[in-house]
């Protein structure tokens, strides 16, 4: 090989080798720097089908109908400033990667799916197969995923998303828990939990910490069912992260108040905020009412600048801590 051949050959492999070390998040479309995610909604809704899990089939809806619902949305968020969206929809609850890839391309916005199962609402989303398997298992099936891509696509999942009851850990919430730290610890996904109060939220750091895995890999969504806003304060505080993720238009004040709290106690690089908005509903005629992805942006950053917030907080919220928090990575203890 020639001199000049060799030097080309070096630094194409010095630039392979370094960009694979910057943090990155996997989107349907494949792997994005995490530094150019952009404005961020960590928290939102496509699609959504609450049959449960014994009649769940993707028969269910028709892939047009449902593209042709939710694209105007994401167009209207894109216009809004929104460049990526974290599609918090799990398995056996509409999930369709293929819909979510269309979807994606058309809006130019990207769309981040997930892996792992939602034990909420009494356990109706689980399919069989969760209760009789054993961590390792079901921990195996999401890795799976991650390696093959989800329901023979090549759309890989970015993050893992499960839900837990909303009292103390039930056997199978722990179940599901468990799981996502094995899987964390083999792929660096980061572990949305769909928990509301805070009690079930320290159980799941309690049980990440017992198995070898850190607090920020950890997402406590729906923070804002907990009542006492110390909460708050006490779980960013161990490292996790606390998303606030249900903005809208009659809350905007309370939104105001709590992230000037955590503000004050220097605690906003633990916070995500998203609206839980969206979505298609296969068992509504037409898909039924579709909540936009924008009161963010119209009502709550207006809200938060009168408070005294700089756009460089803004941004940590929006951009920073959502590229963070979702960023692939291993923290292990
Ligand atoms: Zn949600």
């Known amino acids: 090989m020639k001199k000049p051949a060799i030097i080309i050959v070096l630094f194409i492999f010095s630039f392979l080798t370094l960009s694979a070390q910057k943090p990155y998040i996997i989107s349907v479309k494949g792997k994005i720097p995490s530094s150019q995610s952009g404005v961020t909604l960590a928290h939102e809704h ?59 391309k058309a809006g130019n916005v990207n769309i981040i799916t997930n892996t792992g199962l939602y034990g909420g609402s009494d356990n109706k989303y689980l399919p069989a197969y969760a209760f009789t398997e054993s961590a390792e298992q079901l921990s195996q099936r999401w890795i799976i995923e991650f390696e093959k891509g989800i329901d023979g696509t090549s759309v890989r999942p970015g993050f893992m998303k499960i839900s837990v009851n909303p009292g103390p850990l039930s056997d199978i919430s722990k179940k599901l828990i468990t799981a996502a730290a094995i899987t964390h610890k083999a792929t660096g996904l980061t ?25 920020d890999a950890f997402i406590w969504v729906h923070a804002q069912n907990e009542e006492q806003d110390q909460k708050f ?8 992260w606390v998303s606030l993720d249900g903005v809208n238009e009659e809350n905007i004040q309370w939104y105001a108040d709590v992230l000037s709290l955590l503000k004050k106690e220097n605690l906003l690089h633990h916070v995500l905020i998203s609206h839980d908005a969206g979505w298609f509903d296969p068992g509504k005629p037409d898909g039924g009412t579709f909540r936009p992805f924008t009161t963010i942006f119209k009502k709550l950053i207006p809200a938060l600048k009168q408070a005294g917030f700089t756009q460089r907080e803004i941004d940590q919220l929006l951009i920073t801590n959502p590229a963070a928090a979702y960023s692939v990575s291993l923290r292990i203890i």
Do not use: M
């Open 233 to 240: 304060v006490d779980i960013a505080r161990s490292g996790a």
């Open 191 to 215: 572990i949305a939990s769909h928990t509301g109060p805070a009690i079930p939220a320290l159980e799941q750091i309690e049980i990440l910490k017992q198995q070898g895995v850190r607090a």
């Open 46 to 104: 496509l699609l959504v089908d609450f049959i449960g899990a014994e009649n769940y089939s993707h028969s269910r809806w028709k892939e047009d109908e449902a593209f042709n619902k939710i694209l105007p949305f994401l167009r209207e968020a894109k216009e809004a400033g929104v460049q990526t969206l974290f599609d918090c929809t799990p398995n056996y609850l509409g999930r369709d990667a293929k819909l979510l890839l269309r979807l994606s």
